[in-house]
């Protein structure tokens, strides 16, 4: 027994001291709403049903943060966030906030903390929610747990948020014990789209930004929206196709295409398919790629490797197709289907486009 | 102009293993190598040198064994290594870390002039956070450009740099003064092969190793475990699923039964969505 290899995390278990005096008063759960092009990102919802649930653990209140560049638009999209079930919506109208830049956003972000002291601040991990986070959790020196896949409440009221290590081999639990707030982000779709209750109604305060345009030195010179716009569709589809190698040649990408097309959903891969050129790397499916959550997920000749793995869990139904009756992927599929994907693919796309077209012209 | 690349040594991930018993990483006789996504922020370094003139200089904070790492980059290139090693940075979270670094770069400056530009990669493939770019651009006073797709124009006597960034939805044209922290992109550029000169002059090159005090560190309590307000509760294996895959049979029956099968189990699992998959179908 004296072989056994040492363990993987530093043991700080016993260093939690009291919470020092100056973050007693840290109280509330923040959720960064991110807002741009007239949009709430929808991960900042899948976060306001994650922060309802700590909030209610806590017995404390549930705020979103609303940055911008126009007051009405923000006014307006606060209530969505209060139908999504906020208490109340923090918004910092100013020009200079029109589009995201890191240094600005960072600016009103501290000050927002600093001002009203929430001790949980969760922000999605998006390009944008990344960018910001860093920023601001380094200019606060608090701690911040990235990629969370699972937040809770511990014994001792603090918040212990789980993430994927290792490619998802091994799950570690992150707590930020003596500092103030519990800085946390989650990755798109990763936690489920909470119900919303039209109608329902919260508070607003109001922050003045107090910037002016020409203290911020980064200006931007222009946005190129993506062309493809359906690609970013992918994470939020509800059937998803997804080819891997098993598919044997590009060519047969063209039979994920058409299934994907007569279901009316998307299409993606495995990250093997990027690295030979078959795809876009946008369309790329699990740790690496984009998480997906979709009703039904057909994955044709992926074997499953834990890094698809985490990126494909939280679908209801997963159909997998693959040669060999062991592939891993059989481990979480819920329908097996041990079978050669090039023949059952099409044979799939077929009967699904007599089901649907038949039933149309009967009904 | 003076370039600072920061560079990770990270275990070869493809061939991390898990205890199976003890689920704990058995790190023993893993292979390292450079964060492969540092090696888009070395590339892009590497050529602003060789238009604009310079030197670009490798940072790495790790054990002694990290030195590979700067080895390999001045083999693909670079012009000079700084290992920063110390037990005192054992245990560094992405804010440690940051401190460590960008006390490091302000020691690099120091010593061989202010750097105009700090790269890092997107993130590593170990601890995966993304947080240590942004992290040394507050901490240093930088100008934070994350996820850098294309560097179009630099200015030096204007103090200015012009770059192209993934956004959500699309990218950002940014302009911005100098000095200023990049993370880039992967795939956004293709990494030279170092010439069998550059490789010979890694192999044999003389690395600067500071440890803390070298680097003029004086605030310990900001470095390692002390410094890291995030703590490892617990490490564990995910759950497997309870339930079995239930498999479809597909001995002896061809493509089309084998279809129908898949269908009409999906449609029991799921009641809701044959009407639904019909809707979209008519195109409401
Ligand atoms: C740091 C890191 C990050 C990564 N991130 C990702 C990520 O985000 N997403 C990702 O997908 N991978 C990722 N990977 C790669 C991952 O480890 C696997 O290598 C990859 O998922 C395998 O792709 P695959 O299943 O398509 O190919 P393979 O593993 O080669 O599997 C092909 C499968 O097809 C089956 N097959 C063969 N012929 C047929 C046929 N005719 N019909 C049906 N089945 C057939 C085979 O039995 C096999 O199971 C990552 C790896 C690393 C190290
Ligand atoms: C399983 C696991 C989970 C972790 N989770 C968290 C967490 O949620 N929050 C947290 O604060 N810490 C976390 N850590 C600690 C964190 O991994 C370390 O602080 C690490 O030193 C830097 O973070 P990173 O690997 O995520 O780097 P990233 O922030 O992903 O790295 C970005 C870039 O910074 C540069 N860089 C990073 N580290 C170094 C270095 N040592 N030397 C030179 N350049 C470097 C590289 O250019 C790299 O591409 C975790 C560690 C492990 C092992």
Request: aromatic fraction near 6%; include cysteine; charged fraction near 20%.
């Amino acid at each position: 027994m004296g072989t056994a290899p040492t363990p993987a995390a530093p043991s700080r278990a016993g260093m939690k001291k009291e919470l020092p005096e100056r973050f007693k008063s840290y109280k509330h759960v923040w959720v960064f709403i991110e807002y741009e092009h007239g949009e709430i990102h929808p991960v900042s919802l899948e976060l306001l049903g994650e922060g309802r649930k700590l909030a209610n653990k806590l017995g404390v209140e549930l705020a979103g943060v609303l940055l911008g560049g126009n007051r009405a638009a923000l006014q307006e999209a606060a209530v969505q966030v209060w139908e999504h079930d906020a208490d109340l919506v923090y918004i910092c109208a100013d020009p200079v906030l029109e589009h995201y830049r890191n240094e600005p956003y960072t600016k009103v972000m501290t000050d927002l903390v600093n001002t009203y002291q929430p001790e949980i601040f969760l922000l999605g991990a998006t390009v944008l929610g990344r960018d910001l986070a860093g920023a601001v959790a380094t200019t606060l020196l608090t701690g911040l747990t990235a990629d969370c896949t699972e937040l809770a409440i511990d014994d001792e009221g603090s918040l212990a948020a789980t993430r994927p290590t290792f490619g998802g081999s091994l799950l570690c639990t992150i707590h930020t014990l003596n500092f103030r707030p519990q800085m946390a982000t989650i990755r798109p779709r990763v936690m489920a789209m909470p119900p919303s209750a039209p109608g329902k109604k919260g508070r607003i305060i109001e922050h003045a930004a107090g910037l002016h345009e020409i203290d911020i030195i980064t200006k931007v010179l222009r946005f190129i929206p993506d062309r493809d716009s359906n690609k970013a569709q992918l994470a939020y589809a509800d059937i998803v196709v997804a080819g891997g190698m098993g598919l044997r040649s590009p060519e047969n990408l063209q039979l994920v295409r058409a299934l994907a097309s007569v279901l009316g959903g998307e299409w993606g891969g495995s990250r093997p398919l990027v690295q030979k050129g078959w795809m876009d790397a946008d369309r790329q499916i699990g740790q690496t790629g984009k998480t997906i959550r979709p009703k039904v997920y057909i994955a044709a000749g992926i074997s499953g490797a834990i890094q698809h793995r985490v990126g494909v869990e939280g679908a209801d139904t997963i159909i997998a197709i693959n040669t060999d009756r062991n592939a891993p992927i059989f481990d979480f599929a819920h329908f097996a289907v041990v079978g050669n994907a090039i023949e059952i693919l099409p044979a799939l796309t077929d009967a699904f486009r007599k089901r649907l077209s038949v039933n149309r012209l009967a009904g | 102009m003076h370039i600072v690349v920061c560079i990770k040594q990270v275990p070869d991930s493809a061939q991390i293993r898990v205890h199976p018993v003890t689920n704990t990483i058995m790190r023993q006789g893993v292979p390292t190598i450079i964060n492969p996504y540092d090696l888009f922020a070395l590339e892009e370094a590497l050529r602003l040198r060789d238009r604009l003139g310079g030197t670009v200089t490798v940072l790495t904070m790790g054990p002694p064994m990290a030195e590979d790492s700067l080895r390999k980059a001045l083999g693909i290139g670079a012009d000079r290594g700084v290992l920063l090693t110390d037990r005192f940075f054992a245990g560094s979270d992405t804010l440690a870390t940051s401190f460590a670094l960008s006390q490091a770069i302000l020691k690099i400056g120091e010593t061989w002039g202010v750097p105009e530009v700090v790269f890092t990669g997107k993130q590593t493939i170990d601890g995966d956070t993304a947080q240590v770019g942004p992290g040394i651009a507050r901490r240093l006073g930088l100008q934070q450009l994350t996820y850098v797709s294309a560097i179009s124009e630099v200015d030096l006597a204007g103090k200015s740099i012009t770059v192209s960034r993934r956004a959500e939805g699309g990218v950002q044209e940014l302009k911005t003064a100098l000095p200023a922290l990049i993370t880039m992109l992967e795939g956004s550029n293709e990494v030279r092969r170092g010439s069998i000169g550059d490789v010979l002059r890694g192999a044999r090159a003389e690395l600067v190793t500071w440890n803390a005090a070298a680097a003029g560190i004086t605030e310990m309590g900001n470095c390692g475990l002390r410094g890291s307000p995030t703590v490892v509760k617990r490490v564990f294996a995910p759950k497997a699923r309870a339930t079995k895959a239930v498999p479809i049979e597909t001995r002896e029956r061809d493509a089309e039964t084998i279809a129908e099968d898949i269908i009409a189990q999906l449609y029991a699992t799921q009641p809701a969505l044959e009407a639904e998959l019909l809707r979209t179908a008519a195109g409401y």
